[in-house]
């Protein structure tokens, strides 16, 4: 069975901070998402990472999937309060179509 | 709509009553997942339909669970004799299945709750 390790679970911090959010596994996956979760709503994706070694940007989040496709990060700069919310990783086992294995989340509030 | 729609939202039911959850994929989507996220948990995956057939349910925790998709859209899952431990969110997710990095949309969910 793949796990993902998630970490922090939790995390507060004060706006203009910096953070990284960490996924980890002993397993290779095809390819690994970013799911950002708000109350009473489905996740929503924010990225996918394919290539080991990839890096993509998102405004002020900057994603990494690590060389060998195990693990990857999520780095938010200068955090407002709008980015609170439940931040998910998840991967795929292979690709095409293929049931997501989730991290536990991480639970992100900035207080302004 | 645009996007994945999932009914009921809320449902609160008492232990061994049977419930059903409804999803609506996005128009043209083949394939449909279906989740199950515990109170602060990540979702975990329960049965993946693509069109009609049922290709994997090895995520179903129980024979209380079963799913249908019987003309490839619009997808029920079935909860019989509810426990409390069966309290959770179900999310519904549904795909294209054109390239070899499909994204899944996700519904909103139904919260469900056992008394």
């Known amino acids: 069975t793949q796990l993902l390790e998630q970490s922090p679970q939790f995390l507060s911090i004060q706006e203009g901070e910096n953070l990284t959010v960490y996924c980890n596994s002993s397993s290779v996956f095809s390819s690994l998402q970013w799911y950002r979760q708000e109350p009473g709503e489905g996740p929503v994706l924010l990225v996918t990472?394919?290539?080991?070694?990839e890096v993509k940007k998102l405004k002020r989040l900057t994603f990494q999937f690590g060389d060998a496709r195990k693990d990857s990060s999520l780095h938010i700069t200068a955090a407002q309060p709008g980015d609170t919310g439940l931040y998910l990783c998840?991967?795929?086992?292979?690709?095409?179509?293929?049931?997501?294995?989730f991290g536990k989340g991480t639970r992100l509030s900035v207080i302004a | 709509g645009a996007g994945v729609s999932q009914s009921p939202r809320y449902k609160v039911a008492k232990r061994g009553q049977d419930v059903a959850l409804r999803c609506d994929p996005i128009s043209g989507h083949v394939s449909l997942f279906w989740y199950q996220q515990a109170l602060g948990q990540g979702p975990e995956f329960l049965t993946y339909?693509?069109?009609?057939?049922?290709?994997?349910k090895s995520g179903l925790p129980s024979d209380r669970f079963f799913a249908e998709r019987p003309e490839g859209s619009v997808s029920t899952l079935k909860i019989q004799r509810t426990q409390q431990e069966d309290s959770a969110v179900y999310l519904c997710?549904?795909?294209?299945?054109?390239?070899?990095?499909?994204?899944?949309?996700f519904g909103p969910g139904t919260r469900l709750l056992v008394l």
């Open positions: 990472v394919v290539t080991g070694g």
């Open positions: 998840a991967g795929a086992p292979r690709s095409g179509n293929t049931p997501l294995v």
């Open positions: 339909f693509q069109n009609e057939a049922q290709l994997d």
């Open positions: 997710a549904s795909s294209l299945m054109q390239g070899l990095q499909e994204t899944q949309y």
